[in-house]
C-alpha cells in the first residue's frame, strides 16, 4: 500500500500563505491530486495533476511536486479556506489518500 | 454538469449488508469515466473502496476486496455497492465520484462527489 503523510494541522494568519506538504515514496514521480473539504460537505477538487486547477477554483490555490513532497500551496488565506485538505496518488491500480490536514486561519 | 446521489439504508445491523447506489444525471454512466466509492468513518480521513465502469470492468480495494461487490446499471444511470459482514467499524460517510481517468498519464482524480450518505452499524 502507498502511504501518503500530511501534518495534522496547519494555521494560518489571513492574508499570509498556507503551505501543505503531502509525502510519499518518490511521489515525484506520480500526479497529485487535492481536495479541501468543509465540516459536512463532500471533498471538492481543488489540484489535479500536481498543479492545475479546476475551472472556479481561485488561482490563490497552487500546486507543486517533487523528490518526495508535494505541496498545496494557498495564497492571501482567507476566511472561507478554513477546512480540511488531502492528497490522492493513483498507484499500483488502486486510489490512495493523504491523512489529512486541518487548515486553521487565526 | 454532472451530478451524483447516493441512496440507500442509513441503518445497517452487524453481520449484515449495505446496500447503497448512486444516481449519475447530468451525464452518462457509459462515458469515458470510472465510478467510485469513496467512505469516511466520522472523524477520520478518506477510504477508497472500489470502481466500476460501464462495461462492469470493477477494481476494488484489497483490503475491503472480499466483502465489496460493485455494479453498474446502464439503464438507469447508476451504479451500486454492496458491503458485506459488515462491523461497527464500517460505520461511515459513503460517497460516490466520478473517476477522470487520463491513461496515458496513468493517474486519476475525483470530480464530482456526491454529497454522501452516512451509514450506521448497529443492532
Known amino acids: 500500500s502507498y502511504v501518503l503523510t500530511q501534518p495534522p494541522s496547519v494555521s494560518v494568519a489571513p492574508g499570509q500563505t498556507a503551505r501543505i506538504t503531502c509525502g510519499g515514496n518518490?511521489?515525484?514521480?506520480?500526479?497529485v491530486h487535492w481536495y479541501q473539504q468543509k465540516p459536512g460537505q463532500a471533498p471538492v477538487l481543488v489540484v489535479y495533476d500536481d498543479s492545475d486547477r479546476p475551472s472556479g477554483i481561485p488561482e490563490r490555490f497552487s500546486g507543486s511536486n517533487s523528490g518526495n513532497t508535494a505541496t498545496l500551496t494557498i495564497s492571501r488565506v482567507e476566511a472561507g479556506d478554513e477546512a480540511d485538505y488531502y492528497c490522492?496518488?493513483?498507484?499500483?491500480?488502486?486510489?490512495?489518500f493523504g491523512t489529512g490536514t486541518k487548515v486553521t486561519v487565526l | 454538469q454532472v451530478q451524483l446521489q447516493e441512496s440507500g439504508p442509513g441503518l445497517v445491523k452487524p453481520s449484515g449488508t449495505l446496500s447503497l447506489t448512486c444516481a449519475v444525471s447530468g451525464g452518462s454512466i457509459s462515458s469515458s469515466n470510472w465510478w467510485s466509492w469513496v467512505r469516511q468513518p466520522p472523524g477520520k480521513g478518506l477510504e477508497w473502496i472500489g470502481e466500476?465502469?460501464?462495461?462492469?470492468?470493477?477494481n476494488y480495494n484489497p483490503s475491503l476486496k472480499s466483502r465489496v461487490t460493485i455494479s453498474v446499471d446502464k439503464s438507469k444511470n447508476q451504479f451500486s455497492l454492496k458491503l458485506s459482514s459488515v462491523t461497527a467499524a464500517d460505520t461511515a460517510v459513503y460517497y460516490c465520484a466520478r473517476a477522470v481517468v487520463v491513461v496515458v498519464a496513468a493517474t486519476r482524480w475525483f470530480d464530482p462527489w456526491g454529497q454522501g450518505t452516512l451509514v450506521t452499524v448497529s443492532s
Open positions: 490522492q496518488v493513483w498507484d499500483s491500480s488502486s486510489d490512495h
Open positions: 518518490n511521489i515525484g514521480s506520480k500526479s
Open positions: 466500476i465502469y460501464h462495461s462492469g470492468s470493477t
